[in-house]
């Protein structure tokens, strides 16, 4: 099969390295010509292009931008598409991408691969990064069948694990899952960053060990991405927000009033809960 790939970083990439594996024809597309020769060299794509044009063969085609430029490169390619083709995306926020590509084209199907890492560009791609991993994809009432039924397949060819979901249920699960670790990982590092003893914050710096290193992870990646989950899916993060707020007001009330049972049962809740998230 044919497969077009838009943007060559982290997931673009490494989406070209798994689905060649696969026998697929990779079309890659970059707004630099810098990186579409890298995509060659590395063997992530069969042939690069900064013209969407290179796309008019593609069967399928994969928009790994960030989401901000999504419908916008969706628009773009219609004129180059046949009409089978099915395009979907790759964003973590799903409800305004599905309502602004929908109408540009009738085979548009909304995905969101659950994979990653900090790092990004042409020189992050890798292999094998979607295996075990969840692929969601969130039709519509008018998305064609075919396309649910070809797009999962290929996501269950790299070993992912796919769910099928309504485009504000996917946005409401991710802001829990996701989008609210990145704000509160964030937060904690301003929250120590704001110790004005700088005795203590050298030596909180030097004694960070993993606790540390695995909580901030998110909250210390990639800026734009944390910034695209806040805008694009603002009411859902706000709701998941608002709810932790309310959950930490209470531990903190638990800590103050020295209900050391309860804060104890809480911390148990918590860890026979923790499973229950880890797929």
Same mark, same amino acid.
């Given at each position: 099969m044919k497969i %077009? $790939? *838009? %943007?060559?970083?982290? $997931?673009?990439?490494?989406? %070209?390295?798994?689905?060649?594996?696969?026998?697929?024809? $990779? #079309? %890659? &597309?970059?707004? +630099? =010509? @810098? @990186?579409? +020769?890298?995509?060659? =060299?590395?063997? $992530? *794509?069969?042939? /690069?292009?900064?013209? #969407?044009?290179l796309l008019a063969a593609a069967e399928i085609v994969i928009v790994c931008t960030p989401i901000g430029s999504i419908a916008s490169i969706v628009a773009r390619l219609v004129p180059y598409l046949s009409p089978d083709t099915i395009v979907t995306d790759v964003g973590s926020v799903k409800e305004p991408i599905v309502e602004a590509c929908t109408p540009l084209w009738s085979n548009f199907l909304g995905g969101h691969p659950m994979a990653g890492n900090t790092d990004r560009g042409i020189h992050a791609a890798q292999t094998d990064l979607f295996t075990g991993a969840a692929? &969601?994809? @969130?039709?519509? /009432?008018? @998305?064609?069948?075919?396309?649910? =039924?070809?797009?999962?397949?290929i996501a269950r060819a790299l070993g992912m694990m796919t769910y099928v979901c309504s485009p504000e249920v996917h946005d409401r699960a991710v802001a829990w899952i996701s989008h609210l670790p990145v704000i509160i990982s964030t937060n904690l590092i301003t929250s120590c960053l704001q =110790?004005?003893?700088? +005795? *203590?914050?050298e030596l909180a710096q030097k004694l960070a060990s993993s606790g540390f290193r695995d909580t901030s992870r998110v909250g210390g990646g990639n800026p734009e991405l944390g910034m695209m989950m806040a805008k694009y899916n603002r009411q859902a993060l706000l709701r998941s927000l608002a709810q932790y707020r309310h959950s930490l007001d209470e531990i903190i009330t638990q800590i103050e009033r020295e209900n050391w049972d309860n804060l104890e049962r809480v911390l148990e809740t918590n860890q026979q809960a923790r499973p229950k998230f880890l797929n």
């Open positions: %077009g $790939i *838009v %943007g060559l970083g982290l $997931i673009g990439g490494s989406l %070209g390295l798994d689905l060649k594996t696969r026998g697929h024809e $990779i #079309l %890659g &597309v970059s707004r +630099q =010509e @810098t @990186t579409c +020769q890298i995509a060659l =060299e590395k063997n $992530i *794509v069969d042939y /690069a292009s900064t013209d #969407l044009s692929y &969601v994809f @969130t039709p519509t /009432a008018t @998305t064609p069948p075919v396309a649910v =039924e070809k797009l999962e397949a =110790e004005r003893d700088s +005795q *203590v914050l």
